[in-house]
């Protein structure tokens, strides 16, 4: 479908569970974006990675904690969420951070009970 | 605060009608703008991208831009049902920012 894939796409937990999501991008790009959508809402931007190094990170709490191992992968570790936690997170790529187009992927459907 | 705003919706137009999506943005340094499609439950996708004054054309899609007026504008030719969705404006702020993006506005296309 595109060259970003997000794993898993959907995603129930717990509020004691830990959990992690997956990104991969396959486009040779070098950075890369976590992002948070809901309903009703415009996307959040959470963190930024460029070259494997965080760039941004908006204010995100702290039961949101990312990594960036290689350009390629994205992760989202996830623990002791709430049930406002539950949304859409997309992860996103692009070239370079700044300007150009990014590419998403499809996506991580998050339900926190 | 840098915003980009655009009207929720939803824009309804009759098939084969031309649709008019709209947005403004406040940073007048803005440098890159582009427009998403993101249907229901999936994720947004590129349609356009536009960097000068004036319209820019892809197949039914026209993007215009005015900077002076900090306006940008997507034109849906012919549309089609399969053109409902939500249409996400971003914008490139300089200063190496990731993009800010409008909350969407949803179009609805009816046969």
């Known amino acids: 479908e595109t060259g970003v894939t997000q794993t898993p796409r959907h995603l129930v937990m717990g509020m004691t569970n830990k959990k992690s999501l997956k990104c991969e991008q396959h486009?040779?790009?070098?950075?890369m974006y976590w992002y948070k959508q809901s309903a009703k809402k415009p996307l959040e931007l959470m963190f930024v990675y460029n070259f494997k190094e965080q760039t941004e990170n908006n204010s995100v709490p702290s039961r949101f904690s990312p990594e960036c191992p290689n350009s390629s992968h994205l992760f989202l570790h996830l623990h002791t969420l709430q049930p406002e936690d539950s949304a859409l997170y997309l992860c996103?790529?692009?070239?370079?951070?700044?300007?150009?187009?990014?590419?998403f992927g499809p996506g991580t459907r998050l339900t926190v009970l | 605060q840098k915003e980009v705003e655009q009207n929720s919706g939803p824009l309804s137009v009759p098939e084969g009608a031309i649709a008019s999506l709209n947005c403004t943005y406040s940073d007048r340094g803005s440098q890159s703008f582009f427009w998403y499609r993101q249907y229901s439950g999936k994720s947004p996708e590129l349609i356009m991208f536009i960097y000068s004054n004036g319209d820019k054309e892809d197949g039914r899609f026209t993007a215009q831009l005015n900077k002076a007026s900090q306006y940008v504008s997507l034109l849906i030719r012919d549309s089609q049902p399969s053109d409902s969705a939500t249409y996400l404006c971003a914008v490139n702020n300089p200063g190496n920012t990731p993009l800010v993006f409008g909350k969407g506005t949803r179009l609805s296309v009816i046969a």
């Open positions: 486009l040779g790009h070098n950075a």
């Open positions: 996103a790529s692009s070239q370079d951070r700044s300007p150009d187009t990014q590419y």
